[in-house]
């Protein structure tokens, strides 16, 4: 790329163009979709969180008049289990009920109201059993099982994962595991070895349109208008569940209000569809938000993370055993699990590396995917630890991770993508932003140092995309990125207005619908910008290339003569045309349209620990200065500075967005949210006792510094953006505490609460 | 959200009409003023009231009033957001137009009344401890008349007042009071803003030119079934200088005259041991003056 090239339409901060739409509440979202004949569903869900279900009857439901269909267990038998990696779920229970909210009968009625009344009619027996509702129930001896079959396993993304034979007859399901070097070998040669132990919550994503499908099974097929963040994929599962193939099913995704991977894979669209196939009608499912907290979270986890370092400060080898609690059924726990394992090393040099990550079942609600995608686990422990060992050693937090940090083209494992950015560099910035050298001279406060990585954009992707020019000359982009939010249509249309020379508002995105939209895998791992970026920069480079070599013939030119810019044809001696021109000589009428495609497919390597380098390393620094009070344990955040390596900003505001957005997100669990239980009933399914960030949470002083290095392997020298923000949060607020305070937390989240206990033992000790 | 059971509505248009729908319908009828909390209850909670009787077609229960004796009263009907940007109130008792802008959301404020809230008899409350300190009185009508009764006799429990089942909250006085009173409410909530107050406290007391303090009245919420006075502590800076030590102790005072309970959302210590800070904070900012804004509130708060 020359140095000088100037562009028109990326890097600028354009009007969002579903902005209008969504400022005046027109933009329509799964909820809204509204059908001729359209019923309502309904969920029964479980009371007990493990019971066998010894009687499911609808009958009496069934004569409610308004009352259009019951779905049972009986349902279930002409259909195949589903799950994101694990084919561990059905439709409603079947044999026993594994959490309180697990579906075990659902209703499709005139409305909700009636649907609700039916669900108190359908008559239910169960026989309690002893339930696991912790890591540690659940890795008891002769603990009880929540699944009995021990032969699960399933495919995701083109990698096969399954229990090894040794976790038959326990509520094991997974395991990760990853060497490199001689991890005893390297604890043998360090001068110091540290052994901790973090442990993070049970949060929930809580989007705020809460999961929703309108289903219509009809004959042999099935459309679906879904909340979903994977159409495609979603697809693919229904095909699989009904045994139908995939022409049989469509998927049409209105704008998605918040995903953060909680709509990722499968959750109650099956249900839908069953609800619509029995009610012979369309039915729309709407989820509340409490049973959203009851279909899906992220993984509470338990790291024991173990480090040697060597005389003069260098670490040598680094040991964690990971547990990740995926709940009742897998979801997309293997892959988490696998991720968490992977990533647990950090940033840093480390010559010898083990990791075993385990997946563990309880009686508890679904985790899944959820931004950062077993990330977030891992950065708490081991950066917190980062700071234990250089205050242990009296290293400066911020020297000792310098003289550690990875440098750019150095290898995070063998056979995996060189690191592609100056974690150094970053980390100064982010010293220098938040003040790290200068003195505080009032109690009780401190600043707090963090820098993560993680791969990104998903291991392993296939993508592709198209854009039309019309007869008019007009562009329509068609992209199976989900709309989520984020901005991505936004952004994708950036990069088509920039490589046809056209103004950004020309290009016009298509509703998402699997029958016409190109495949892309998934909205998910900060991956669009790279992936998807890439299909849709090469379909409207396709697209410019017919255009100009139809142009070509048509001014009797060369095609390297002309160029695309201003929204028309330009070449040498003042040569000019509109595209509706053209378009009217190839094919001499107002009528046809050229499409161009473009594709993306991640590369498979078998030495690459994943089985695929990673597309990219997404990074991220974060610094904090918090006040933190004795009294109560209240912990107050002066001041935040974020760093995000964008690679090149597509749309600056939306990558400051993002990345704003990943930090409050992730105060989240560092400060307050927190899904409680107790006897295997969640306590605090509702936004007044799980806390969510508010804008009163918001640091005092809050700032996002974009770096563009243009070393992306996307459009531009972009990277992908989204989940990065939230990785150096609770350690850079925790390391910041125990900087004011000298007390040390392992376990999130930093509540007022456990802060004040934490200080009255400590000054309990002194 | 469930369907509500069939219920009949009354929209009565005197007090008398209302009090005698109640008698005349007997047990299972509720009255209706803001609906902020009766509609939760009914759609999300099971409560299915027989009848309800709406109350706000009745005249003159809403709007504030100065007495030429002094004294202030409000309507029942008056809604939180009224009393949290009245002039008068925000004037003579800061501290109480605080404790009604803590509540909810500005659009629950929009709805939800000063008679609702104290009806409700919630221990958690954020006007109760305010009120209670200012020794408010409350008026209390039924279809066979009228009584008066202090706002601290007021509640019997959670959800539980001296009230019958026919008799209708219309109004609160609050008493004239010294000119150099001052006050402060402090609702301490790790959310500060749309969340329920783990410890309420207001304190409320006369500080003359030398900082003695006298008519001292500390009030704690949500740390008992009721608001209670934690007279104990009242007594400790009574016709005392107020210094930090004082409030540290009547601080420590109060925090052994609380009753907490441990729940999802805090333990009994924890609740213990912030009602003590917080009656301290609350003693000291109470003499400092009311905050100038709401980031001011929060911040010395810490």
């Known amino acids: 790329m020359k140095k000088s090239q100037t562009y028109n339409v990326i890097g600028k901060a354009e009007l969002r163009n579903d902005g209008a739409e969504k400022v005046t509440g027109k933009a329509l979202y799964t909820v809204d979709v509204d059908l001729p004949g359209m019923a309502h569903g309904k969920i029964l869900r479980s009371p007990y969180a493990h019971a066998r279900l010894l009687r499911v009857d609808g009958s009496k439901a069934e004569q409610l008049p308004g009352v259009f269909a019951v779905v049972t267990r009986e349902d279930q038998k002409r259909l195949r289990m589903f799950g994101a990696a694990y084919k561990d779920q059905t439709i409603v229970a079947v044999d026993k009920v594994r959490y309180a909210g697990d579906p075990v009968a659902a209703v499709a009625a005139v409305d909700e109201a009636t649907a609700m009344q039916a669900l108190e009619l359908i008559e239910v027996e169960y026989e309690e059993l002893p339930m696991v509702t912790s890591i540690d129930e659940a890795l008891a001896d002769n603990a009880p099982l929540v699944h009995d079959a021990s032969a699960i396993g399933g495919e995701l993304m083109g990698q096969r994962y399954e229990a090894p034979k040794e976790f038959s007859g326990t509520n094991l399901c997974y395991r990760f595991s990853y060497a490199n070097g001689d991890v005893e070998a390297g604890f043998k040669k360090a001068e110091h070895i540290f052994e901790n132990t973090f442990t993070f919550p049970r949060v929930q994503h809580f989007s705020m349109e809460p999961h929703a499908t309108v289903a219509h099974y009809e004959g042999d097929r099935i459309t679906l208008w879904a909340g979903t963040q994977e159409p495609f994929t979603l697809r693919e599962h229904l095909a699989d569940i009904f045994h139908l193939p995939q022409s049989k099913i469509r998927v049409i995704v209105p704008y998605v209000g918040g995903g953060y991977g909680g709509k990722l894979a499968v959750k109650t669209e099956p249900l839908a569809a069953v609800l619509s196939w029995k009610a012979k009608r369309p039915v729309r499912l709407a989820h509340t938000i409490e049973e959203s907290f009851k279909t899906v979270t992220r993984h509470p986890a338990r790291v024991r993370i173990k480090t040697g370092v060597s005389k003069d400060g260098k670490l040598l080898a680094r040991q964690c055993v990971i547990h990740m609690e995926t709940g009742a059924y897998a979801d997309a726990g293997p892959r988490v699990t696998q991720k968490a394992g992977y990533r647990c090393f950090g940033p840093y040099r480390i010559p010898h590396m083990k990791t075993d990550a385990y997946t563990v079942y309880t009686n508890t609600v679904p985790a899944g995917a959820y931004r950062g995608f077993g990330t977030l686990q891992v950065t708490w422990a081991y950066e917190s630890q980062m700071d234990i060992i250089a205050e242990k050693l009296g290293y400066d937090p911020l020297d000792f991770r310098i003289k550690n940090l990875l440098k750019k083209g150095d290898l995070y494992t063998p056979g995996d993508t060189p690191v592609d950015c100056d974690l150094k560099a970053g980390l100064m910035q982010a010293a220098e932003e938040i003040g790290w050298k200068q003195k505080i001279t009032q109690p009780n406060r401190a600043r707090g140092l963090a820098v993560c990585m993680k791969d990104g954009g998903g291991t392993y992707k296939v993508s592709s995309a198209a854009v039309k020019m019309n007869a008019d000359g007009s562009v329509v982009l068609l992209t199976g990125t989900v709309e989520v939010g984020q901005g991505a249509r936004t952004a994708l249309s950036q990069v088509v207005a920039e490589e046809l020379g056209i103004a950004f508002d020309a290009v016009t995105v298509a509703q998402l619908d699997t029958e016409i939209t190109p495949y892309d895998v998934n909205t998910n791992a900060s991956s669009s910008m790279v992936v998807m970026g890439l299909s849709v920069q090469r379909a409207a480079q396709d697209l410019k290339r017919q255009i100009l070599r139809h142009a070509a013939k048509v001014l009797k030119t060369k095609a390297e003569q002309l160029q695309m810019a201003g929204g028309k044809i330009v070449g040498p001696k003042n040569l000019s045309m509109s595209f509706v021109e053209l378009m009217q000589k190839i094919f001499l009428s107002r009528a046809g349209e050229l499409v161009g495609h473009g594709a993306y497919q991640s590369l498979k390597s078998p030495k690459a620990a994943l089985g695929s380098p990673t597309n990219f390393w997404e990074i991220a620094w974060g610094a904090a200065e918090v006040e933190v009070d004795r009294d109560t344990g209240e912990i107050k955040l002066l001041k935040y500075v974020s760093l995000a390596d964008v690679g090149r900003a597509i749309h600056p505001v939306m990558c400051e967005g993002q990345d704003e957005g990943g930090v409050m997100n992730a105060i989240g669990h560092s400060l307050m949210e927190e899904m409680i239980y107790k006897d295997g009933q969640l306590l605090n399914p509702n936004l007044v006792d799980y806390r969510v960030p508010s804008f009163n949470s918001l640091p005092k002083d809050f700032e996002t510094i974009l770096v563009e290095s243009h070393n992306g392997p996307g459009p531009f020298g972009a990277k992908g953006t989204g989940e990065g923000g939230l990785m150096p949060v609770a350690a850079a607020i925790g390391n910041a505490v125990y900087r004011a305070t000298g007390l040390r937390m392992y376990d999130l989240p930093l509540t007022p609460e456990k802060v004040w206990r934490g200080l009255g033992k400590i000054s309990q000790d002194l | ?302």
């Open chain 2, 1 to 302: 959200m469930k369907r509500t059971e069939a219920f009949d509505f009354y929209q009565p248009a005197t007090l008398q009409e209302a009090s005698q729908l109640l008698k005349d319908n007997g047990p299972g009828g509720r009255f209706l003023a803001g609906g902020t909390d009766l509609v939760i209850a009914m759609k999300e909670k099971g409560l299915l009231p027989k009848y309800i009787v709406d109350l706000k077609r009745v005249p003159g229960l809403s709007g504030i009033r100065e007495n030429s004796d002094g004294s202030i009263a409000i309507g029942a009907l008056t809604t939180l957001y009224t009393i949290e940007t009245s002039a008068l109130i925000k004037k003579k008792y800061p501290f109480l137009a605080q404790s009604a802008a803590e509540v909810g959301s500005i659009q629950i404020r929009n709805r939800a009344t000063i008679g609702g809230n104290i009806s409700n008899a919630s221990p958690s409350a954020d006007t109760s401890p305010a009120l209670v300190a200012l020794g408010v009185t409350a008026t209390i009508a039924s279809a066979s008349g009228e009584r008066k009764i202090p706002v601290e006799e007021f509640f019997k429990g959670p959800g539980q007042s001296v009230m019958n089942a026919d008799e209708i909250l219309t109004e609160i006085t609050i008493p004239k009071t010294a000119a150099n009173l001052v006050g402060e409410y402090i609702k301490f909530s790790p959310r500060e803003m749309m969340d329920l107050a783990y410890v309420g406290v207001a304190a409320v007391y006369n500080l003359a030119a030398d900082k003695k303090c006298t008519g001292v009245r500390i009030v704690l919420g949500a740390v008992a079934p009721t608001p209670i006075r934690a007279k104990r502590a009242e007594a400790v800076l009574e016709g005392q200088i107020l210094s930090e030590a004082l409030a540290e102790k009547a601080g420590q005072t109060a925090a052994e005259e609380a009753k907490p309970i441990s729940d999802v959302r805090s333990s009994a210590d924890y609740r213990r041991a912030m009602v003590g800070t917080m009656t301290k904070r609350a003693l000291l900012n109470a003499a400092t003056g009311p905050a100038k804004s709401w980031y001011d509130r929060r911040d010395r708060r810490y």
